[in-house]
T-cell receptor
Framework: AQTVTQSQPEMSVQEAETVTLSCTYDTSESDYYLFWYKQPPSRQMILVIRQEAYKQQNATENRFSVNFQKAAKSFSLKISDSQLGDAAMYFCAYSTFQGAQKLVFGQGTRLTINP | GAVVSQHPSWVICKSGTSVKIECRSL??????MFWYRQFPKQSLMLMATSNEGSKATYEQGVEKDKFLINHASLTLSTLTVTSAHPEDSSFYICSARRGGKLFFGSGTQLSVL
């Protein structure tokens, strides 16, 4: 079974600075998807970024980028120029490439932005 | 973009009653939907995979007679918590797949008194 591990329960960063959230996963599959989701206090799950495992290039979405290390099974999220609105729970997630593609989530990292 | 609607947003019920939660895909057809449960300050745990026109697939440890799932159309899946008890109080979230992405409903907070 696939597992996702986020070893940082909480992180904090000064506004406008950069922060990196860590995620590791375990799978025997060669093709799969990895995601970062944001859950603000409203509890709405918001997709931040997606990475296809067959792509070597790291995904980027504006201020959000990932460092995908397939051999190490590592998938970290970098947030540049942190903004107050970035404060939320961040969940790393894995899904298979084929089949049901259900998401397996990590434990989450609570990110605080200090003004 | 894709939108998933979930209702109600919150519900309070008495112990022993049943509660139905609806999840709709608003601008696309979803043959597969997923139901998650989230306890306070914890991650999302998959309860079951809802398949249009067939029986749902439940994760290990989830009581299928307790959590009834119906996916009667390509845009609607329902989760019914039967004979609810205080330990069923939780945040329930549905999601639907479009392409390689999952989109989530806004969730339902269930409080059982």
């Amino acid at each position: 079974a696939q597992t996702v591990t986020q070893s940082q329960p909480e992180m904090s960063v000064q506004e406008a600075e950069t922060v990196t959230l860590s995620c590791t996963y375990d799978t025997s599959e060669s093709d799969y998807y990895l995601f970062w989701y944001k859950q603000p206090p409203s509890r709405q799950m918001i997709l931040v970024i997606r990475q296809e495992a067959y792509k070597q290039q790291n995904a980027t979405e504006n201020r959000f980028s990932v460092n995908f290390q397939k051999a190490a099974k590592s998938f970290s999220l970098k947030i540049s120029d942190s903004q107050l609105g970035d404060a939320a729970m961040y969940f790393c997630a894995y899904s298979t490439f084929q089949g049901a593609q259900k998401l397996v989530f990590g434990q989450g990292t609570r990110l605080t932005i200090n003004p | 973009g894709a939108v998933v609607s979930q209702h109600p947003s919150w519900v309070i019920c008495k112990s022993g009653t049943s509660v139905k939660i609806e999840c709709r895909s608003l601008d696309f057809q979803a043959t597969t939907m997923f139901w998650y449960r989230q306890f306070p300050k914890q991650s999302l745990m998959l309860m079951a995979t809802s398949n249009e026109g067939s029986k749902a697939t439940y994760e290990q440890g989830v009581e299928k007679d307790k959590f009834l799932i119906n996916h009667a159309s390509l845009t609607l899946s329902t989760l019914t918590v039967t004979s609810a008890h205080p330990e069923d109080s939780s945040f329930y979230i549905c999601s639907a797949r479009r392409g390689g992405k999952l989109f989530f409903g806004s969730g339902t907070q269930l409080s059982v008194l």
